[in-house]
């Protein structure tokens, strides 16, 4: 990967993303906050993002027969845990990050409570949002039960990340996959299962979207991984070379850069076999999937 080469995201992509961006300011914009506490909402949600996570909510539900808009609402509740997780690991007991998205993190606009508080909001407007959408209850419960879990995994993962703890028997390469997959790839597969519930998927096209999930969810953490070790800071709107400076387990640190590529390749691969079953429903999802595996920012 090259700091100077770029990749657009696919119209698909594109297209969600503009969806959820609308739905997301609706969310902020309507709910009753005092004026500063909105502000960091508004500051932590609507700063720019690539909208990823919701997009594969709205796409999978598609690739499993239903419509976006059927989505919209889990959709953006996946957006929200994650505005969430990046505002506490920006925090300087986690990250300690100064820029995001291109912006100051939340801590630095707003202090470290205001921060703090506006992540707690965002995780409770996360869960409010699946309960009063209106849908069936058998639905809102699919839904609250894999972004519960999803949540659960992704502090886990964050704790393996920043305080350690892992089981004794993995060696460096189980501990990376083990946290990636919690940190990162829990929260990734479950927006692509929320979004085949939104659908009232067949099990069996519900199988093969958490089949791709699990693939494009570790993916989408190694490549980020690589594009920490060379991605342009301006482009990727935050610092970079900070997992080596701090000394974090990452898959080019373990294994190299090589070795890496190949375990992306792989797991596109293993991705793109897992849309198999979906036929043309899931070509949308394979674009967006070579997109993930070279993207640069
Ligand atoms: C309760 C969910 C939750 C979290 C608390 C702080 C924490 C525990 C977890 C941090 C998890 C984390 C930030 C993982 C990094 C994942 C990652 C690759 C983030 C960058 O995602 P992009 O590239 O970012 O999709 P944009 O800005 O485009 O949304």
Known sequence: ???????????????????????????????DLPPNLKDAAHHAVLGGGKRVRPALTLLCCEAAGGEAND?????????????FSLVHDDLPA??????????????IKVGEAMAVLAGDLLLAMAFEQIVADGSPDARSAGLTRLLTTATIHTVIGQ???TVGGFPEHLDAEGQLDLMHRNKTGSLIQAACEMGAV???????????????GRAAGLM???????IDIDGCPDLVGKAVGKDADMGKLT????????????????????????LKSLNSRGEDLKTVTEWMAQRTH
Do not use: W
Not at 204 to 212: N, P, Q
Not at 220 to 226: E, K, P, W
């Open 94 to 107: 986690l990250d300690d990050d100064a820029i995001r998205r291109g912006l100051p993190t939340l801590h």
């Open 198 to 212: 939104c659908a009232d998927a067949t099990e069996s096209d519900k199988k093969a979207i958490a089949a791709f």
């Open 251 to 274: 898959f080019p640190g373990v294994v190299g850069d090589e070795a890496s590529r190949q375990a992306i390749e792989t797991l596109r691969q293993v991705a793109a076999d897992a």
């Open 1 to 31: 990967m090259s700091s100077t080469s770029t990749s657009q995201p696919p119209p698909a992509l594109l297209h969600a993303a503009a969806l959820i961006e609308k739905e997301l300011e609706k969310r902020v914009q309507n709910i």
């Open 71 to 83: 989505a919209l609402s889990a959709a953006t509740a996946v957006e929200f845990v994650h505005c």
């Open 159 to 161: 704790v393996y990340d």
């Open 220 to 226: 989408f953490q190694i490549v980020d991984d690589l």
